[in-house]
């Protein structure tokens, strides 16, 4: 059964209602940059939708549109957040001034809210932990309260370091805001990397109405369970999180081109190439719609009903992991909202995070030939042992 309107969880005041939010709302959508390598035919018009991100976001939405219509909600989010730090006078990229002396912010937003996304994320900067940061997020805000918007969300991109050290400061901004608000969370490595971190993010989205969580990975469901309007998952590890500006991400190993794969018992994302190296081939079967359309197509041993977790080791995997990866965390959300009540989504995913401690330690004990292999997240740890 899905979450039925009117649910509890989902009723509760709204800044907007009847509004293309509405949409969005419970979703979980797929964030990509580049959608020839992502799995879009594998996005479902009853659960999820796609955020375009990256410089040619424009470009790839209307492709999208044009080829595949719009069956699902689609949002754009300009990213412009990958390549500019924002400060108190220019927290927001505009378009370049025009002949007529339009102004900028208002023709940046008439352009964004004149394609056919469902939704548009506004171009805000990177916003850094500091009193300039601070200063800049309390002009974006005023900069949208000051203007009618339609189907415009408040994009927030900020270092993870607001989390710990500006938590309290970040709750009273965004409860400012007039519009929905959308984090997104920047860091050189995992964004929540820490229980306290967890802690303080499942605060953020519980304190503030209508706010997303995007450009994540399981954080996204914990996020979800406790109250954030809709989230999305990075289809690549790049879009998983967003990379502090001025420099440039940077792949650990190079040499390495298996992809990353979603265990799911794990509830972790683990390269290919490390799974092969440690999983025995004929253990963890995966028996996502995904590896199971791959079985059916011959991809491995007649009469095999799934895929090996550790079949995914090459740049030619890539696109089986990716709609693996898909598969695996929207059957997750799909599980969990079956849940009769907001107290049971809640503690049935504690369960899940409970359980992929122990299969981390199943996977290092009898799976691994390598013992302490796999080692659960802090993140997960805090999700398992703090339901509410
Ligand atoms: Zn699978």
């Known amino acids: 059964m899905l979450t039925p309107p009117g649910h509890p969880l989902f009723s509760a005041s709204r800044k907007v209602t009847g509004s293309p939010l509405d949409s969005v709302r419970d979703l979980i959508l797929l964030h990509v940059k580049n959608p020839r390598s992502a799995p879009v035919e594998r996005v479902s018009s009853s659960a999820q939708g796609i955020v375009f ?27 412009a957040y990958e390549k500019e730090v ?13 002949l007529y002396g339009e102004d900028q912010f208002a023709a940046t937003l008439s352009l964004l809210e004149g394609t056919r996304a469902t939704l548009s994320l506004t171009p805000t900067k990177y916003l850094y932990s500091s009193r300039e940061g601070v200063m800049a997020l309390r002009r974006a805000v005023e900069m949208v309260n000051a203007v ?89 590890s790049s879009t998983r999180r967003t990379y502090p500006p001025p420099s440039r991400s940077y792949a650990p190993s190079p040499s390495d081109r298996s992809p990353n794969v979603l265990v799911p018992g794990l509830l972790a994302y683990y390269r290919g190439s490390k799974l092969a190296y440690h999983l025995r081939a004929d253990t963890a079967l995966c028996s996502c719609w995904a590896c199971v359309d791959w079985a059916d197509m011959g991809g491995g041993k007649p009469g095999t009903p799934g895929r090996p977790i550790s079949g ?34 809640r503690r049935a995913w504690s ?22 292999v796999f080692i659960p997240r802090p993140a997960l740890r805090f999700w398992a042992n703090h339901a509410r």
């Open 351 to 372: 369960r899940l995070c409970s359980e992929a401690i122990d299969h981390h330690e199943r996977y290092n004990r009898a799976i691994s030939l390598k013992r302490d």
């Open 86 to 98: 924002a400060t108190p006078d220019s927290p927001f990229a505009l378009e370049p001034p025009s």
């Open 148 to 236: 009618e918007t339609t189907n415009l969300i408040l994009s927030v991109p900020i270092d993870t370091a607001w989390l710990t050290e500006l938590c309290d400061e970040l709750i009273t901004l965004l409860n400012g805001a007039d519009i929905p608000t959308a984090l997104i969370l920047g860091s050189k490595g995992n964004p929540v990397d820490s229980e306290r971190q967890a802690a303080s993010l499942r605060r953020i989205i519980q304190e503030i109405e209508d706010i997303a969580l995007l450009r994540t990975d399981m954080t996204a469901i914990d996020a979800m369970v406790h109250g954030a309007v809709f989230s999305s998952i990075g289809d690549t």
């Open 53 to 79: 991100s990256g410089r040619q976001a424009r470009e790839h939405l209307s492709k999208h549109i044009r080829e595949h219509g719009m069956g699902y909600p689609l949002v754009l989010d300009p990213s």
């Open 312 to 345: 995914f080791q090459d740049k030619e995997d890539q696109r089986d992991a990716h709609a693996h990866n898909l598969e695996v965390w929207s059957g997750t959300w799909r599980e969990l909202r079956r849940e009769e009540n907001p107290f049971l989504m």
